[in-house]
């Protein structure tokens, strides 16, 4: 099966800084990745599909990059309201796996 | 608007068995793969299982393989989740998932499941 391995595991950055979290394949899975948010003691959302399309509703400083094997997510100018923990999930075939997710904090 | 309402969580001994259930409104329902997803506390996003539209198809992941199985009833718009031979590691909330590209832009918002003597 796929693994997908995430770095950072976690993060503390400032308000206004740019943060970029990196989602890795052990195989090829095309572009069929996507990226999660969840905010403590709620439910994932989706921000990004197909590794670089931006879900209806997400601000435009979250974006989303890479093919293959490699993928990054980028918050540009970081909010407080961003303080979650982010996953990226492989779609293309079952098993679906998660990354085992990042957890961006405000310094 | 597409809902996703989880039920028949609770409390169940090692080696149990628990049925939960997912109802659908919003969209077709029968139309759409669907998935399980759990999260143990404190811990990450874990796939669990999916099931094709028609539900000629399922899939799991290798910590539930010969345990769980998934169903769908397409007439009730409801996707079910029977647990057997339940563990301490199942302990999670689970999460009802779909979405018509792949990717899960509709999540319910999840029933507990407790594995505990």
């Known amino acids: 099966d796929i693994q997908m391995t995430q770095s950072p595991s976690s993060l503390s950055a400032s308000v206004g800084d740019r943060v970029t979290i990196t989602c890795r394949a052990s195989?090829?899975?095309?572009?069929?990745l996507a990226w999660y948010q969840q905010i403590p003691g709620t439910v994932p959302k989706l921000l990004i599909y197909?590794?670089?399309t931006l879900q209806s509703g997400v601000p435009s400083r979250f974006s989303g990059s890479g093919s293959g094997t490699d993928f990054t997510l980028t918050i540009n100018s970081l909010q407080a309201e961003d303080v979650a923990t982010y996953y990226c999930?492989?779609?293309?075939?079952?098993?679906?796996?998660f990354g085992g997710g990042t957890k961006v904090e405000i310094k | 608007e597409v809902q996703l309402l989880e039920s028949g969580g609770g409390l169940v001994q090692p080696g149990g068995s628990l049925r939960l259930s997912c109802a659908a409104s919003g969209f077709t329902f029968s139309s759409y793969a669907m998935s399980w997803v759990r999260q143990a506390p404190g811990k990450g996003l874990e796939w669990v299982s999916a099931?094709?539209?028609?539900?000629?198809?399922?899939y799991f992941g290798d910590s539930v393989k010969g345990r769980f199985t998934i169903s769908r009833d397409n007439s009730k718009n409801t996707l079910f989740l029977q647990m057997h031979n339940m563990r301490a590691e199942d302990t999670a909330i689970y999460y009802c998932?779909?979405?018509?590209?792949?990717?899960?832009?509709?999540w319910g918002q999840g029933t507990l499941a407790t594995v505990s003597s």
């Open positions: 998932a779909t979405g018509l590209r792949g990717a899960f832009d509709h």
């Open positions: 195989q090829v899975i095309g572009g069929y």
């Open positions: 999930q492989k779609y293309n075939s079952a098993p679906l796996t």
């Open positions: 197909a590794a670089s």
């Open positions: 099931i094709s539209g028609s539900g000629a198809t399922t």
